[in-house]
Protein backbone atom coordinates (compact mmCIF):
# COMPACT_ATOMS: atom_id res chain seq x y z
CA UNK A 1 0.00 0.00 0.00
CA UNK A 2 1.11 3.81 -0.92
CA UNK A 3 2.23 6.00 1.78
CA UNK A 4 0.29 8.78 -0.40
CA UNK A 5 -1.81 9.58 -3.45
CA UNK A 6 -1.36 12.02 -5.95
CA UNK A 7 -4.79 12.46 -7.63
CA UNK A 8 -4.12 14.87 -10.59
CA UNK A 9 -0.94 15.81 -12.27
CA UNK A 10 -1.50 19.73 -11.92
CA UNK A 11 -1.76 19.21 -8.30
CA UNK A 12 0.63 20.88 -5.56
CA UNK A 13 -0.30 18.42 -2.97
CA UNK A 14 -0.69 15.26 -1.90
CA UNK A 15 -2.75 13.05 0.06
CA UNK A 16 -1.24 11.33 3.37
CA UNK A 17 -2.77 7.38 3.11
CA UNK A 18 -1.32 7.24 6.87
CA UNK A 19 0.19 9.63 9.44
CA UNK A 20 2.94 10.68 8.74
CA UNK A 21 5.79 12.20 11.81
CA UNK A 22 8.36 15.32 11.37
CA UNK A 23 11.44 14.15 10.06
CA UNK A 24 9.78 11.55 7.28
CA UNK A 25 10.38 11.42 3.85
CA UNK A 26 8.48 10.66 1.08
CA UNK A 27 9.49 10.54 -2.53
CA UNK A 28 7.20 12.39 -5.43
CA UNK A 29 7.30 12.06 -8.88
CA UNK A 30 11.78 11.90 -8.37
CA UNK A 31 11.64 14.54 -5.85
CA UNK A 32 12.16 13.46 -2.45
CA UNK A 33 9.81 15.71 0.31
CA UNK A 34 10.82 16.33 4.08
CA UNK A 35 7.97 16.23 6.11
CA UNK A 36 7.64 19.43 8.09
CA UNK A 37 4.85 18.83 10.74
CA UNK A 38 2.28 15.39 12.17
CA UNK A 39 0.20 15.38 9.52
CA UNK A 40 -3.13 12.95 10.41
CA UNK A 41 -3.98 10.43 7.56
CA UNK A 42 -6.35 11.68 5.02
CA UNK A 43 -4.72 15.28 5.32
CA UNK A 44 -2.50 17.58 2.34
CA UNK A 45 1.24 17.57 2.44
CA UNK A 46 2.96 20.53 -0.08
CA UNK A 47 4.56 19.35 -2.85
CA UNK A 48 6.50 22.61 -2.90
CA UNK A 49 7.07 26.36 -1.19
CA UNK A 50 4.11 27.86 -1.73
CA UNK A 51 4.22 31.87 -1.26
CA UNK A 52 0.99 33.59 0.40
CA UNK A 53 -1.86 33.96 -2.06
CA UNK A 54 -0.59 30.94 -4.16
CA UNK A 55 -2.97 28.76 -5.18
CA UNK A 56 -3.86 25.24 -3.65
CA UNK A 57 -4.76 22.54 -6.65
CA UNK A 58 -6.29 18.84 -5.53
CA UNK A 59 -8.15 16.87 -8.27
CA UNK A 60 -6.59 19.43 -10.81
CA UNK A 61 -8.31 22.35 -9.79
CA UNK A 62 -8.01 25.19 -7.19
CA UNK A 63 -9.15 24.61 -4.02
CA UNK A 64 -8.22 27.82 -2.12
CA UNK A 65 -5.15 29.52 -1.73
CA UNK A 66 -2.08 30.10 1.05
CA UNK A 67 -3.04 32.47 3.89
CA UNK A 68 0.65 32.78 4.58
CA UNK A 69 4.02 31.15 2.99
CA UNK A 70 3.31 26.93 3.47
CA UNK A 71 7.15 25.34 3.31
CA UNK A 72 7.35 22.06 0.83
CA UNK A 73 6.26 19.26 3.21
CA UNK A 74 4.29 21.18 5.63
CA UNK A 75 0.64 20.06 6.68
CA UNK A 76 -2.27 22.41 4.55
CA UNK A 77 -5.28 23.33 5.93
CA UNK A 78 -7.30 25.83 8.13
CA UNK A 79 -4.13 27.25 9.81
CA UNK A 80 -2.85 28.04 6.68
CA UNK A 81 -5.31 27.71 3.69
CA UNK A 82 -8.23 29.71 2.83
CA UNK A 83 -11.35 29.51 0.36
CA UNK A 84 -11.06 31.67 -2.47
CA UNK A 85 -14.79 31.71 -2.70
CA UNK A 86 -16.61 34.98 -2.41
CA UNK A 87 -20.48 36.48 -3.87
CA UNK A 88 -22.96 35.27 -6.24
CA UNK A 89 -21.66 34.54 -9.67
CA UNK A 90 -22.78 35.12 -13.33
CA UNK A 91 -22.49 31.90 -15.82
CA UNK A 92 -22.04 31.57 -19.08
CA UNK A 93 -22.82 28.88 -21.47
CA UNK A 94 -19.83 27.25 -22.57
CA UNK A 95 -20.98 23.50 -22.96
CA UNK A 96 -18.04 20.76 -23.27
CA UNK A 97 -18.57 17.63 -25.42
CA UNK A 98 -19.43 15.19 -23.15
CA UNK A 99 -18.34 11.35 -24.03
CA UNK A 100 -21.04 8.92 -24.28
CA UNK A 101 -20.49 5.77 -22.37
CA UNK A 102 -20.92 3.17 -24.67
CA UNK A 103 -21.28 0.22 -22.43
CA UNK A 104 -22.64 -2.43 -24.36
CA UNK A 105 -26.33 -3.25 -22.82
CA UNK A 106 -25.71 -6.04 -20.45
CA UNK A 107 -29.48 -6.98 -20.40
CA UNK A 108 -29.15 -6.83 -16.31
CA UNK A 109 -32.63 -6.97 -14.22
CA UNK A 110 -33.74 -6.96 -10.96
CA UNK A 111 -36.90 -8.55 -9.48
CA UNK A 112 -39.06 -5.50 -9.04
CA UNK A 113 -42.60 -4.70 -8.19
CA UNK A 114 -44.83 -3.46 -11.05
CA UNK A 115 -47.58 -1.18 -10.09
CA UNK A 116 -50.80 -0.27 -11.81
CA UNK A 117 -49.72 3.00 -13.12
CA UNK A 118 -46.56 1.50 -14.67
CA UNK A 119 -44.14 2.65 -11.78
CA UNK A 120 -41.67 -0.30 -10.53
CA UNK A 121 -40.98 -0.81 -6.31
CA UNK A 122 -38.03 -2.43 -5.41
CA UNK A 123 -39.67 -3.37 -1.82
CA UNK A 124 -43.07 -3.68 -1.14
CA UNK A 125 -43.41 -1.92 2.04
CA UNK A 126 -46.57 -1.10 4.26
CA UNK A 127 -46.86 2.58 4.97
CA UNK A 128 -48.72 5.20 7.90
CA UNK A 129 -48.29 8.46 6.61
CA UNK A 130 -49.56 11.05 8.93
CA UNK A 131 -50.45 14.46 7.24
CA UNK A 132 -49.49 16.56 10.80
CA UNK A 133 -47.39 15.66 13.16
CA UNK A 134 -49.82 14.87 15.96
CA UNK A 135 -51.01 11.67 15.09
CA UNK A 136 -47.39 10.45 15.22
CA UNK A 137 -48.30 8.43 18.03
CA UNK A 138 -51.51 7.40 16.70
CA UNK A 139 -49.36 5.93 14.02
CA UNK A 140 -47.22 4.08 16.37
CA UNK A 141 -50.32 2.71 18.17
CA UNK A 142 -51.72 1.33 15.28
CA UNK A 143 -49.33 0.11 13.62
CA UNK A 144 -48.75 -2.07 16.57
CA UNK A 145 -51.38 -3.44 17.28
CA UNK A 146 -51.99 -4.03 14.13
CA UNK A 147 -48.74 -6.28 13.75
CA UNK A 148 -49.39 -8.51 16.72
CA UNK A 149 -52.31 -10.12 14.81
CA UNK A 150 -50.54 -10.99 11.02
CA UNK A 151 -47.31 -12.67 9.62
CA UNK A 152 -44.78 -9.49 8.95
CA UNK A 153 -43.02 -11.92 6.43
CA UNK A 154 -45.41 -11.58 3.89
CA UNK A 155 -44.25 -8.40 3.19
CA UNK A 156 -41.01 -6.31 2.81
CA UNK A 157 -41.97 -3.99 5.80
CA UNK A 158 -43.89 -1.75 7.74
CA UNK A 159 -43.28 1.78 9.04
CA UNK A 160 -45.10 4.89 10.15
CA UNK A 161 -42.75 8.10 8.71
CA UNK A 162 -43.17 10.57 11.40
CA UNK A 163 -42.39 14.38 11.27
CA UNK A 164 -42.86 17.48 13.29
CA UNK A 165 -45.16 19.56 10.49
CA UNK A 166 -48.75 19.59 8.75
CA UNK A 167 -49.98 22.42 10.92
CA UNK A 168 -48.99 26.08 12.14
CA UNK A 169 -47.25 26.52 8.25
CA UNK A 170 -47.22 29.13 6.07
CA UNK A 171 -46.20 29.73 2.66
CA UNK A 172 -43.52 27.42 1.02
CA UNK A 173 -42.84 25.54 4.04
CA UNK A 174 -46.75 24.14 3.62
CA UNK A 175 -46.33 23.18 0.20
CA UNK A 176 -43.42 21.44 1.49
CA UNK A 177 -45.02 19.44 3.58
CA UNK A 178 -47.63 18.65 1.58
CA UNK A 179 -45.41 17.55 -1.72
CA UNK A 180 -43.15 15.52 0.35
CA UNK A 181 -45.56 13.91 1.89
CA UNK A 182 -47.43 13.73 -1.27
CA UNK A 183 -44.69 12.02 -3.10
CA UNK A 184 -44.63 9.31 0.12
CA UNK A 185 -47.58 8.10 -0.44
CA UNK A 186 -47.37 7.57 -3.93
CA UNK A 187 -43.85 6.17 -4.08
CA UNK A 188 -43.81 2.58 -5.65
CA UNK A 189 -41.72 1.17 -2.92
CA UNK A 190 -45.38 1.12 -0.95
CA UNK A 191 -47.54 -1.75 -1.73
CA UNK A 192 -50.13 0.36 0.40
CA UNK A 193 -50.50 3.21 2.39
CA UNK A 194 -52.55 4.59 5.21
CA UNK A 195 -52.89 8.46 5.19
CA UNK A 196 -53.82 9.49 8.68
CA UNK A 197 -55.13 13.11 9.69
CA UNK A 198 -56.23 14.40 13.00
CA UNK A 199 -58.95 16.93 11.76
CA UNK A 200 -58.25 20.26 12.59
CA UNK A 201 -54.81 20.70 10.86
CA UNK A 202 -54.46 23.11 7.90
CA UNK A 203 -52.87 20.15 5.75
CA UNK A 204 -56.39 19.65 5.34
CA UNK A 205 -57.30 15.56 4.54
CA UNK A 206 -59.91 16.83 1.54
CA UNK A 207 -57.07 19.57 -0.16
CA UNK A 208 -53.96 16.61 0.76
CA UNK A 209 -56.07 14.65 -1.24
CA UNK A 210 -56.58 16.54 -4.22
CA UNK A 211 -52.94 17.56 -4.32
CA UNK A 212 -52.54 13.75 -4.73
CA UNK A 213 -54.03 13.36 -8.47
CA UNK A 214 -54.10 10.24 -10.17
CA UNK A 215 -53.58 7.77 -7.40
CA UNK A 216 -53.87 3.82 -6.64
CA UNK A 217 -57.39 3.99 -4.56
CA UNK A 218 -56.46 0.19 -3.68
CA UNK A 219 -53.74 0.78 -2.43
CA UNK A 220 -53.97 4.57 -0.36
CA UNK A 221 -56.71 5.11 2.22
CA UNK A 222 -57.13 7.67 4.56
CA UNK A 223 -58.47 8.47 8.00
CA UNK A 224 -59.23 11.13 10.26
CA UNK A 225 -59.08 10.09 13.58
CA UNK A 226 -61.62 13.26 15.15
CA UNK A 227 -64.30 11.65 12.26
CA UNK A 228 -64.62 8.27 14.08
CA UNK A 229 -65.07 7.22 17.45
CA UNK A 230 -62.53 4.72 17.48
CA UNK A 231 -59.08 5.35 15.49
CA UNK A 232 -57.78 2.73 16.52
CA UNK A 233 -59.92 0.34 15.29
CA UNK A 234 -61.02 1.79 11.99
CA UNK A 235 -57.27 2.18 11.70
CA UNK A 236 -56.42 -1.41 12.31
CA UNK A 237 -59.55 -2.16 9.90
CA UNK A 238 -57.85 -0.58 7.03
CA UNK A 239 -54.19 -2.02 7.58
CA UNK A 240 -56.10 -4.77 6.92
CA UNK A 241 -57.56 -4.45 3.93
CA UNK A 242 -53.96 -2.88 2.63
CA UNK A 243 -52.18 -6.02 3.86
CA UNK A 244 -54.24 -8.41 2.26
CA UNK A 245 -54.17 -6.97 -1.02
CA UNK A 246 -50.45 -6.71 -0.86
CA UNK A 247 -50.00 -10.41 -0.17
CA UNK A 248 -50.86 -11.28 -3.61
CA UNK A 249 -47.82 -9.30 -5.10
CA UNK A 250 -45.21 -10.72 -6.57
CA UNK A 251 -41.75 -9.88 -7.93
CA UNK A 252 -40.91 -10.28 -11.43
CA UNK A 253 -37.64 -9.32 -13.55
CA UNK A 254 -37.23 -5.54 -14.27
CA UNK A 255 -34.50 -4.33 -16.99
CA UNK A 256 -32.08 -2.17 -14.59
CA UNK A 257 -32.91 0.40 -17.03
CA UNK A 258 -36.03 1.08 -14.33
CA UNK A 259 -33.73 1.86 -11.49
CA UNK A 260 -33.67 5.45 -9.81
CA UNK A 261 -31.06 5.60 -8.01
CA UNK A 262 -30.12 9.09 -5.01
CA UNK A 263 -26.30 10.30 -4.74
CA UNK A 264 -25.43 11.41 -1.44
CA UNK A 265 -22.51 11.76 1.12
CA UNK A 266 -22.59 13.01 4.59
CA UNK A 267 -18.90 12.56 7.00
CA UNK A 268 -16.82 13.30 4.48
CA UNK A 269 -13.43 12.55 4.49
CA UNK A 270 -9.89 13.12 3.03
CA UNK A 271 -10.92 9.55 0.53
CA UNK A 272 -14.36 10.80 0.00
CA UNK A 273 -13.23 12.31 -3.31
CA UNK A 274 -10.71 9.23 -3.80
CA UNK A 275 -13.06 6.21 -3.14
CA UNK A 276 -16.27 6.41 -2.62
CA UNK A 277 -17.50 9.30 -4.46
CA UNK A 278 -15.58 7.96 -8.09
CA UNK A 279 -16.94 4.49 -6.93
CA UNK A 280 -20.42 5.90 -7.05
CA UNK A 281 -19.27 8.17 -10.44
CA UNK A 282 -18.43 4.80 -12.11
CA UNK A 283 -21.72 3.13 -11.10
CA UNK A 284 -23.99 6.24 -12.14
CA UNK A 285 -22.29 6.18 -15.48
CA UNK A 286 -22.73 2.82 -16.12
CA UNK A 287 -26.41 2.73 -14.85
CA UNK A 288 -27.17 5.71 -16.86
CA UNK A 289 -25.37 3.28 -20.10
CA UNK A 290 -28.11 1.00 -19.45
CA UNK A 291 -30.91 3.41 -19.46
CA UNK A 292 -31.27 4.48 -15.63
CA UNK A 293 -31.54 7.27 -14.07
CA UNK A 294 -29.45 8.78 -11.29
CA UNK A 295 -29.43 12.23 -8.87
CA UNK A 296 -27.61 14.31 -7.66
CA UNK A 297 -28.39 16.52 -4.52
CA UNK A 298 -26.82 18.92 -1.69
CA UNK A 299 -26.59 22.07 -3.59
CA UNK A 300 -24.49 24.20 -1.12
CA UNK A 301 -22.10 20.92 -1.55
CA UNK A 302 -21.63 22.21 -5.89
CA UNK A 303 -20.39 25.96 -4.97
CA UNK A 304 -17.18 25.91 -6.23
CA UNK A 305 -17.41 22.99 -8.50
CA UNK A 306 -20.92 24.28 -10.28
CA UNK A 307 -18.85 25.18 -13.58
CA UNK A 308 -17.69 21.79 -13.87
CA UNK A 309 -22.11 20.87 -13.79
CA UNK A 310 -23.20 23.36 -15.92
CA UNK A 311 -20.81 22.61 -19.01
CA UNK A 312 -22.12 19.43 -18.99
CA UNK A 313 -25.76 20.65 -19.54
CA UNK A 314 -27.64 18.86 -21.80
CA UNK A 315 -28.82 22.59 -23.36
CA UNK A 316 -29.19 25.55 -22.42
CA UNK A 317 -32.34 25.06 -21.23
CA UNK A 318 -30.55 23.20 -18.27
CA UNK A 319 -27.73 24.95 -18.22
CA UNK A 320 -29.95 28.15 -16.16
CA UNK A 321 -31.80 25.88 -14.84
CA UNK A 322 -28.86 24.88 -12.85
CA UNK A 323 -27.66 28.54 -12.29
CA UNK A 324 -30.78 29.12 -11.17
CA UNK A 325 -30.51 26.10 -8.62
CA UNK A 326 -27.10 27.52 -7.71
CA UNK A 327 -27.43 31.15 -6.88
CA UNK A 328 -31.31 30.74 -5.80
CA UNK A 329 -29.73 28.74 -2.79
CA UNK A 330 -26.87 31.42 -2.25
CA UNK A 331 -29.22 34.22 -2.00
CA UNK A 332 -31.02 32.01 0.64
CA UNK A 333 -27.90 32.11 2.65
CA UNK A 334 -27.76 35.73 1.84
CA UNK A 335 -31.52 36.46 2.79
CA UNK A 336 -30.61 34.67 6.27
CA UNK A 337 -27.63 36.70 6.69
CA UNK A 338 -25.16 33.42 6.75
CA UNK A 339 -21.88 33.38 5.14
CA UNK A 340 -22.14 31.60 1.76
CA UNK A 341 -19.59 29.35 1.92
CA UNK A 342 -19.78 28.46 6.30
CA UNK A 343 -18.92 24.84 5.36
CA UNK A 344 -17.10 22.08 6.00
CA UNK A 345 -18.18 21.27 9.12
CA UNK A 346 -16.26 20.19 12.16
CA UNK A 347 -15.85 16.52 11.21
CA UNK A 348 -14.96 17.09 7.81
CA UNK A 349 -12.09 19.41 8.70
CA UNK A 350 -11.08 16.19 11.13
CA UNK A 351 -11.02 14.12 8.30
CA UNK A 352 -8.95 16.29 5.96
CA UNK A 353 -11.14 18.48 4.17
CA UNK A 354 -10.43 22.14 4.44
CA UNK A 355 -12.69 24.23 1.82
CA UNK A 356 -15.41 23.95 0.35
CA UNK A 357 -14.39 24.11 -3.29
CA UNK A 358 -12.35 20.71 -2.29
CA UNK A 359 -15.48 19.41 -0.22
CA UNK A 360 -17.55 20.56 -3.18
CA UNK A 361 -15.49 18.77 -6.30
CA UNK A 362 -15.23 15.81 -3.79
CA UNK A 363 -19.02 15.69 -3.44
CA UNK A 364 -19.61 16.31 -7.95
CA UNK A 365 -17.58 13.23 -8.57
CA UNK A 366 -20.90 11.02 -7.43
CA UNK A 367 -22.43 12.39 -10.61
CA UNK A 368 -19.72 10.82 -13.16
CA UNK A 369 -19.21 12.12 -16.40
CA UNK A 370 -22.56 12.02 -17.82
CA UNK A 371 -24.37 14.96 -19.19
CA UNK A 372 -27.29 16.53 -16.93
CA UNK A 373 -30.69 16.10 -18.33
CA UNK A 374 -33.12 18.12 -16.38
CA UNK A 375 -32.97 20.36 -13.14
CA UNK A 376 -35.48 19.38 -10.30
CA UNK A 377 -37.33 21.90 -7.47
CA UNK A 378 -37.13 20.54 -4.16
CA UNK A 379 -40.58 18.27 -4.30
CA UNK A 380 -40.85 17.86 -8.29
CA UNK A 381 -40.72 13.97 -9.29
CA UNK A 382 -38.43 12.51 -11.98
CA UNK A 383 -39.57 12.83 -15.23
CA UNK A 384 -36.04 12.25 -17.41
CA UNK A 385 -33.68 9.24 -17.31
CA UNK A 386 -30.19 9.46 -17.64
CA UNK A 387 -28.42 12.80 -14.93
CA UNK A 388 -30.53 14.63 -12.72
CA UNK A 389 -29.84 17.50 -10.49
CA UNK A 390 -32.34 18.03 -7.29
CA UNK A 391 -32.78 21.41 -5.06
CA UNK A 392 -32.31 20.13 -1.36
CA UNK A 393 -29.88 21.50 1.36
CA UNK A 394 -26.91 19.33 2.50
CA UNK A 395 -28.48 17.91 5.45
CA UNK A 396 -28.36 14.06 5.12
CA UNK A 397 -32.02 13.58 5.88
CA UNK A 398 -33.43 16.05 4.69
CA UNK A 399 -31.60 15.58 1.31
CA UNK A 400 -31.83 11.56 1.29
CA UNK A 401 -35.70 11.79 2.29
CA UNK A 402 -35.85 14.80 -1.01
CA UNK A 403 -33.98 12.07 -3.35
CA UNK A 404 -36.37 9.26 -1.98
CA UNK A 405 -39.33 11.34 -2.61
CA UNK A 406 -38.17 12.40 -6.36
CA UNK A 407 -38.60 8.44 -7.17
CA UNK A 408 -35.28 7.36 -5.98
CA UNK A 409 -35.62 3.54 -5.25
CA UNK A 410 -32.56 3.45 -2.55
CA UNK A 411 -29.85 6.19 -2.08
CA UNK A 412 -26.21 5.48 -2.19
CA UNK A 413 -24.31 7.22 0.36
CA UNK A 414 -21.00 7.53 0.84
CA UNK A 415 -19.19 8.44 4.55
CA UNK A 416 -15.69 9.12 5.87
CA UNK A 417 -16.62 9.24 9.47
CA UNK A 418 -20.08 6.73 9.56
CA UNK A 419 -23.79 7.15 10.36
CA UNK A 420 -26.68 5.03 10.95
CA UNK A 421 -29.36 6.80 10.35
CA UNK A 422 -31.47 5.44 7.02
CA UNK A 423 -34.31 7.47 4.71
CA UNK A 424 -37.67 5.92 3.98
CA UNK A 425 -35.89 4.43 1.03
CA UNK A 426 -33.29 1.60 1.17
CA UNK A 427 -30.44 4.31 2.26
CA UNK A 428 -26.89 2.26 1.44
CA UNK A 429 -23.65 3.66 3.64
CA UNK A 430 -20.32 3.03 1.00
CA UNK A 431 -17.39 3.59 3.44
CA UNK A 432 -14.64 5.76 2.26
CA UNK A 433 -11.59 3.79 4.04
CA UNK A 434 -11.63 0.27 5.46
CA UNK A 435 -10.85 1.00 8.72
CA UNK A 436 -14.62 2.41 9.43
CA UNK A 437 -15.88 -0.52 7.18
CA UNK A 438 -14.72 -2.68 9.87
CA UNK A 439 -15.28 -0.86 12.81
CA UNK A 440 -19.06 0.17 12.28
CA UNK A 441 -20.37 -3.14 10.09
CA UNK A 442 -23.83 -2.21 12.03
CA UNK A 443 -23.90 0.71 9.97
CA UNK A 444 -21.78 0.48 6.82
CA UNK A 445 -22.73 -1.78 3.97
CA UNK A 446 -19.73 -1.09 1.64
CA UNK A 447 -16.43 -0.70 1.38
CA UNK A 448 -14.88 1.25 -1.33
CA UNK A 449 -11.60 1.91 1.13
CA UNK A 450 -10.24 -1.10 -1.10
CA UNK A 451 -9.41 1.06 -3.66
CA UNK A 452 -6.55 2.51 -1.37
CA UNK A 453 -5.02 -1.03 -1.45
CA UNK A 454 -5.53 -3.35 -4.07
CA UNK A 455 -8.38 -3.31 -5.68
CA UNK A 456 -8.89 -1.84 -9.04
CA UNK A 457 -11.74 0.49 -10.27
CA UNK A 458 -13.19 -1.88 -12.45
CA UNK A 459 -12.96 -4.79 -9.88
CA UNK A 460 -14.51 -2.85 -7.30
CA UNK A 461 -17.63 -1.55 -9.67
CA UNK A 462 -18.15 -5.00 -10.81
CA UNK A 463 -18.99 -5.58 -7.18
CA UNK A 464 -20.67 -2.93 -6.50
CA UNK A 465 -23.25 -3.25 -9.31
CA UNK A 466 -24.02 -6.98 -8.45
CA UNK A 467 -24.85 -5.74 -4.65
CA UNK A 468 -26.90 -3.11 -5.83
CA UNK A 469 -29.08 -5.60 -7.80
CA UNK A 470 -29.05 -7.33 -4.72
CA UNK A 471 -30.49 -4.78 -2.73
CA UNK A 472 -33.15 -3.83 -5.36
CA UNK A 473 -34.20 -7.98 -5.25
CA UNK A 474 -35.03 -7.57 -1.77
CA UNK A 475 -31.90 -8.10 0.38
CA UNK A 476 -31.88 -5.56 3.20
CA UNK A 477 -29.34 -3.10 4.26
CA UNK A 478 -28.34 -1.80 7.92
CA UNK A 479 -30.57 0.96 8.18
CA UNK A 480 -33.42 -1.46 7.34
CA UNK A 481 -32.13 -3.96 9.50
CA UNK A 482 -31.73 -2.04 12.37
CA UNK A 483 -35.37 -0.09 11.99
CA UNK A 484 -33.49 3.27 11.70
CA UNK A 485 -35.96 4.99 8.90
CA UNK A 486 -36.93 8.47 9.17
CA UNK A 487 -37.79 11.53 7.00
CA UNK A 488 -37.28 14.97 7.32
CA UNK A 489 -39.04 18.07 5.53
CA UNK A 490 -37.16 20.86 4.29
CA UNK A 491 -38.46 24.42 6.42
CA UNK A 492 -37.52 27.78 5.50
CA UNK A 493 -39.99 30.27 6.86
CA UNK A 494 -42.58 30.90 9.93
CA UNK A 495 -44.28 28.69 12.18
CA UNK A 496 -47.30 30.17 13.69
Known sequence: MKDFIKINDKDNIVI????????EHINVDGREVSIKDIIPKGHKIALESLEQGSRIIKYGATIGYAKELIDMGSHVHSHNMKTSLEGVLEYSYDKRVVDKDN???RGLTFKGYK???GDIGIRNELWIVPTVGCVNGIGEMILKEFKATINSEDIDGMEVFKHNYGCSQLGDDHQNTVKILGDIVKHPNAGGVLVLGLGCENNTMDQFIKSLGDYDKDRVKFLVAQDVDDELEEGIKILSQLFNNMKKDIREEISISELKIGLKCGGSDGFSGITANPLLGAFSDFLISQGGTTVLTEVPEMFGAETFLMER???EEVFNDTVALINDFKNYFIRHEQPVYENPSPGNKEGGITTLEEKSLGCIQKGGSAEIVDVLKYG???ERKGLNL???????????TVLGASGCHMVLFTTGRGTPFGSFVPTMKIATNSELYNKKRRWIDFDAGVLLKNKSMDELLEEFIEYVIDVSNGKLVNNEKNDFREIAIFKTGVTL
Open 16 to 23: ALRDFKMG
Open 103 to 105: TKD
Open 115 to 117: RKN
Open 313 to 315: AKN
Open 380 to 382: EVL
Open 390 to 400: LESPGNDLVAS
